[in-house]
């Protein structure tokens, strides 16, 4: 029986409440800031209420040219080539393997696992010299394919993929071989579609992370035409010669923010589903 304690009610909202504020409070800031004039912003007071200069903000940021940075969007589309790539990459390496050691019986594949996901101690961070190196070996710098191709193997996503695949009754699998499906045909037309909704929480998760890279970008990356949504931010607000003008730098942190807002947004029931689903 659940009591029913109203300090305890008030106390829980209370906290939610404090959350919400403390995450929404700063992205309340930069859309306000993105609707006033330089002018408001430079004063030294940070405006609580909404300006009327949202569009010339927008516009100024889509058409301006600023020295060392590429134009908007073209760091959106690398943006967003970068995050698509990643995505479909991490999530097709990531259901092959988890497919190859749960279905297939060969040596070591225990161990094989295992190598996998003790990567997941050893993130970009702690790695990022030798994979530098190796991309420099590779003659990937200033280039989409340094951009994306060590960042494509994912030791999450196959864990992940793993653990669905283990509550898949062996029951199915044995019934797919008696009506002579192969291994292929098994995959496609039975794991794959089962998978859905953990493919689509894992494009969200995957495409944010793809979408918000910036320290690897910013090593591999010397052209203008290669920087992302990430680094332009960053240049934009570096000036030496003048201040920043932060108007124009909060209309394109608001832009850069819709693509994974929006996909959040279209794939929240199935990123749900996938996350808390349990019966397959």
């Known amino acids: ?45 940070m405006p609580l209420l909404p300006g009327a200069e949202l569009w010339n903000n927008v516009v100024q940021v889509l058409t301006e040219q600023r020295r060392g940075v590429a134009p908007f969007w073209l760091m959106a589309w690398n943006s967003l080539w970068m995050a698509i790539i990643i995505t479909v990459g991490k999530i097709a390496i ?6 190859a050691i749960v279905y297939f019986r060969f040596p070591l594949r225990v161990l094989a696992f295992w190598m996998i996901f003790i990567t997941l101690m050893l993130p970009v961070e702690v790695r ?49 071989r008696v009506d002579g499906a192969g291994p292929i045909k098994f995959f496609r037309d039975i794991l ?42 960053k240049r934009m ?14 209309a394109a942190v608001v832009m850069a923010m819709l693509p994974p807002v929006l996909i959040v947004i279209f794939m929240q029931r199935l990123f749900v589903k996938g996350l808390v689903e349990t019966e397959k």
Not at 26 to 37: D, E, M, N, Q, R
Not at 94 to 99: D, R, V
Request: with cysteine; aromatic share 12%.
């Open 1 to 45: 029986m659940v009591e029913n304690r109203p300090w305890l009610t008030f106390l829980t909202h209370f906290v939610l409440i404090c959350g919400v504020v403390i995450v929404v409070f700063p992205v309340y800031i930069a859309l306000i800031a993105s609707t006033h004039g330089p002018t408001a912003l430079s004063s030294g007071m």
């Open 237 to 250: 607000a570096a000036v030496s010669d003048a201040d920043p003008q932060w108007n124009t730098i909060m």
């Open 192 to 233: 794959l579609p089962l998978s859905r909704t953990n493919i689509a929480a894992l494009c969200v998760i995957l495409f944010i992370y793809g979408w918000m890279q910036y320290l690897w970008p910013l090593l591999v990356t010397t052209d203008p035409k290669y920087y992302t949504l990430m680094m332009g931010v």
């Open 94 to 99: 990531s259901i092959i393997s988890a497919y």
């Open 128 to 176: 990022i010299i030798p994979t530098f190196a190796v991309v420099a070996n590779l003659s990937m710098l200033n280039s989409y394919l340094g951009l994306t191709i060590p960042l494509i193997a994912s030791a999450t996503a196959t864990f992940l993929f793993r653990q669905f695949f283990m509550t898949i009754p062996d029951e199915l699998m044995e019934a797919a």
